[in-house]
């Protein structure tokens, strides 16, 4: 059984776009983070991008508002940042509370600017398998993780777990693009699916994106199959420190015994977005100038 290390593979990556970084002129890419109240996971998850900027030379800032933050304001701060060109990227931290309209928080970011990929231009792009977009960062790092462990995905039965616009959908997207690391024959699973584990045992790829812990049991699985585990759950665990850790959405002691490569929970899926993120600030950085 290999041990898809996404940890290492992104810390690589990172250490290639620093270089890259480094041969620029003086003006570096710069991105700003928006983060809506103080849900620990999502603060968790602005901290990594920060660092993983500071790491590589990408500037960043973080702009906080609060829980009762409206609609209007949020989209007001994504049209000034729009028109600012010192900010080469925008990324506004989901989930949004409820009484906002994501989806339009997301549109209101320039296609250009928009590191997330979650905006109607990029998704379209996405789906007309036009490079010039960007691509979701989560769905884009799984890629990226299949591609550098030499896992062939050309007409193999990958099966999604969730249909998410970050995960779910724009990954299915990628594995149906034609070219090298795609080229797949899709299933895309979701709460409604009827016997989900009759599908799940037929893929010889299978991302898990529902963000339930240890939802997939190892008799869903196909033995020799590959897992993606995207999910990022925290349960209770009194013998840590902080009172919980974090598990995926595989068992993942069980299904090792059995698949031939699976990523871990943490260190899989997770440090591969934030590469991948700051490859898509590097990007927008780079056409911003052409
Ligand atoms: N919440 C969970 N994953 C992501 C992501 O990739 N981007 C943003 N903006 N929010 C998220």
């Known amino acids: 059984m290999k041990l898809i290390d996404g940890k290492l593979i992104a810390a690589t990556i990172l250490e290639e776009i620093t270089e890259e970084v480094t041969q620029l002129g003086e003006e ?21 991008k920060e660092r993983a900027a500071a ?76 490079p010039t977009g960007s691509v979701a960062c989560t769905p884009a790092g799984i890629i990226e993780l299949l591609k550098r462990s030499d896992i062939s995905v050309e007409g193999k039965h990958v099966v999604v777990l969730g249909r998410s616009l970050i995960v779910g959908k724009p990954v299915a997207l990628l594995f149906l693009q034609k070219g090298p690391f795609a080229n797949a024959t899709l299933t895309v699973c979701h709460s409604r699916t009827k ?24 008799d869903m699985l196909k033995p020799g199959s590959v897992v993606i585990d995207v999910g990022i759950n925290r349960i209770e665990d009194t013998s840590r420190k902080r009172g919980y850790r974090l598990v995926g959405d595989v068992d993942f002691e069980a299904a090792s015994e059995i698949v031939s490569a699976i990523t871990p929970v943490p260190g899989g899926v997770g440090p591969m977005t934030v590469a991948m993120l700051m490859q898509n600030t590097l990007q927008a950085f780079k056409a911003s100038k052409e």
Do not use: W
């Not at 500037?59 to 009762?68: H, I, Q, T, Y």
């Not at 320039?110 to 792009?125: A, R, S």
């Open 28 to 48: 570096k890419p710069r991105v700003i983070f928006i983060r809506v109240g103080e849900d620990p996971a999502s603060v968790s998850y602005v901290r990594n």
């Open 195 to 218: 016997d989900i584990a009759s599908i799940t045992r037929q893929a010889d790829i299978l991302v898990a994106a529902i963000g339930r812990a240890h939802f997939v049991t190892v």
């Open 55 to 130: 790491m590589t030379g990408i500037r960043a800032d973080l702009r906080v508002f609060p829980e009762s933050v409206t609609e209007k304001e949020l989209v007001s701060e994504v049209e000034a940042l729009n028109q600012d060109s010192s900010v080469h990227g925008i990324l506004v931290q989901a989930p949004l509370p409820g009484h906002i309209d994501e989806a339009k928080v997301f549109r209101a970011v320039l296609p250009e600017k928009d590191v997330d990929g979650f905006h109607n231009v990029n998704i379209g792009k996405l789906c007309q398998e036009d």
